[in-house]
């Protein structure tokens, strides 16, 4: 059983700073993975944030976060993590990780692992 857990949401002022992190439980080795990050605010379908292969060298990022978000992992922690720059009103959602068992990634929901998710608001 692949067990991800979000954590590093909360509250920030509109152009704060948050850092997420994905971290695999149990008995689970994150560096098995490529792994991306999604969000969902309410009424609206889950969209595609950031993603990273399993060796790290391949990286991709949604337009709308491009040069503010920074995805990158840390196998021996067994954690993936999202830094967030300059955030907005408007990306106030539910942060998702998930992971897919393949080295690539790719920018749709199919993958196969999902955490519950973590909670960011951001106060214009």
């Known amino acids: 059983q692949v067990q991800l857990v979000e954590s590093g949401g909360g509250l920030v002022q509109a152009g704060g700073s948050l850092r997420l992190s994905c971290a695999a439980s149990?008995?689970?080795?994150?560096?098995?993975?490529?792994v991306g990050w999604f969000r969902q605010a309410p009424g609206t379908e889950r969209e595609f944030v950031a993603a990273?292969?399993?060796?790290?060298?391949?990286?991709n990022y949604a337009d709308s976060v491009k040069g503010r978000f920074t995805i990158s992992r840390d196998n021996a922690k067994n954690t993936v993590y999202l830094q967030m720059n300059s955030l907005k009103p408007e990306e106030t959602a539910v942060y998702y990780c998930?992971?897919?068992?393949?080295?690539?990634?790719?920018?749709?929901?199919?993958?196969?692992?999902w955490g519950q998710g973590t909670q960011v608001t951001v106060s214009s």
């Open positions: 149990g008995r689970t080795f994150i560096s098995n993975y490529a």
């Open positions: 990273i292969s399993r060796s790290g060298f391949s990286i």
């Open positions: 998930a992971a897919r068992e393949s080295a690539m990634f790719v920018a749709t929901t199919n993958y196969q692992y």
